[in-house]
Nanobody, 124 residues
Framework: VQLQASGGGVVQAGGSLRLSCAAS????????MGWFRQAPGKEREFVAA????????YYSDSVKGRFSTSRDNAENTVYLQMNSLKPEDTAVYYC??????????????????WGQGTQVTVSS
């Protein structure tokens, strides 16, 4: 499956952005999806994950309550709604996909396919 992330940009602290990740292929609903981010000089970190149906989600403590992920399997798209953005949310955001036996995956090494990344910059 090929993934294309979009929706990044520059926003002031406290603002919102919605990232999209469009997937190719007809079996999108078979994949669990994840969102990761990488800030300059830092390791890639887990942000959020969603299971194949959208019924189960999981978030890192740093974004819980501010970010939400959802998916539209009919549109082969997963979303990351980011609210109350902070300067420390500045990073390149990646979507990823994995087809496995678990509902949710939080380790980046579990994911099989990655999008190209979209830059999110939050100014103070």
């Amino acid at each position: 499956v090929q993934l294309q992330a979009s929706g990044g940009g520059v926003v002031q602290a406290g603002g919102s952005l919605r990232l999209s990740c469009a997937a190719s292929g007809r079996t999108f609903s078979a994949y669990a999806m994840g969102w990761f981010r990488q800030a300059p000089g830092k390791e890639r970190e887990f942000v959020a994950a969603i299971n194949w149906s959208g019924g189960i989600t999981y978030y890192s403590d740093s974004v819980k309550g501010r970010f939400s992920t959802s998916r539209d399997n009919a549109e082969n798209t997963v979303y990351l709604q980011m609210n109350s953005l902070k300067p420390e949310d500045t990073a390149v955001y990646y979507c990823a996909a994995v087809k496995g036996t678990m509902e949710i995956y939080i380790s980046d090494i579990a994911y099989e396919y990655w999008g190209q990344g979209t830059q999110v910059t939050v100014s103070s």
